[in-house]
């Protein structure tokens, strides 16, 4: 599925920021080299990210899952002086290319790059964060945000993304999949939480971001 018509999405990216010069080589190689790199954020996701992550300032960022590390390298142009990103992925695969587009952003001393099960490494960071980045597998989404929710600050951010799903969220109930209807069950657990305000834009996949309040 597109996630805008060609025309709408051309015009969009001819007035947004230029994607830059690492996250386009980075793009490139994972379109040429790596299965589904539908998965990539890309240009538009990218800038979304890096304006979120300038706008809130943060001071430490949680992802998890990194796939080629592009959406960590946008989210990490916000941080503070002396911050830092941790970034979890379960695919040792890509941890090789990861590492290397980390280097060549000059990152290496600000993003950690974790390989293993996001729900047992977790509790090991012993972190406080100013957002939460979810793009990992979409059955454990309300996992994620039950486990990561006490190490949010107060006015913290927790982003999820692909809660869309390619417009499977509105399809006929009956004939929806696992991960279809562990995002519908997300939205609607953000959505009710009562602890947060949240609010779901319709870019690209859908993004959902959630500000906690108390």
């Not at 001819?14 to 240009?43: A, D």
């Not at 949680?62 to 002396?82: D, F, H, K, P, V």
């Not at 001393?109 to 793009?135: Q, R």
Request: proline fraction near 3%; glycine fraction near 6%.
């Amino acid at each position: 599925m597109d996630f805008l018509p060609e025309e709408i999405e051309n015009y969009v990216l001819q007035h947004i920021e230029k994607e830059p010069e690492i996250l386009r080589e980075l793009n490139h190689e994972t379109w040429e080299k790596v299965l589904i790199p539908r998965m990539l954020s890309g240009h538009l996701q990218g800038r979304v990210l890096s304006m979120l992550s300038h706008m809130i300032q943060p001071k430490t960022i949680l992802e998890i899952g990194t796939y080629t590390g592009y959406s960590a390298i946008c989210l990490a142009e916000g941080l503070q002086i002396g911050g830092e990103l941790h970034t979890i992925d379960i695919n040792e695969e890509l941890e090789s290319m990861v590492t290397k587009y980390i280097e060549k952003a000059n990152l290496k001393n600000i993003v950690f790059n974790h390989i293993g099960n996001a729900m047992d490494i977790i509790p090991t960071l012993n972190k406080t964060y100013d957002i939460v980045f979810i793009d990992a597998d979409k059955t454990n989404y309300c996992n994620y945000y039950d486990l990561v929710f006490n190490q949010v600050k107060i006015g913290g951010y927790i982003i999820a993304d692909n809660v869309l799903w390619s417009g499977k969220v509105v399809e006929n109930k009956e004939k929806l999949d696992a991960d279809t209807l562990a995002l519908m069950a997300y939205s609607e657990k953000v959505n009710t939480d009562n602890r947060v305000q949240s609010v779901l834009f319709p870019i690209r996949d859908g993004l959902m971001v959630v500000r906690k309040k108390r």
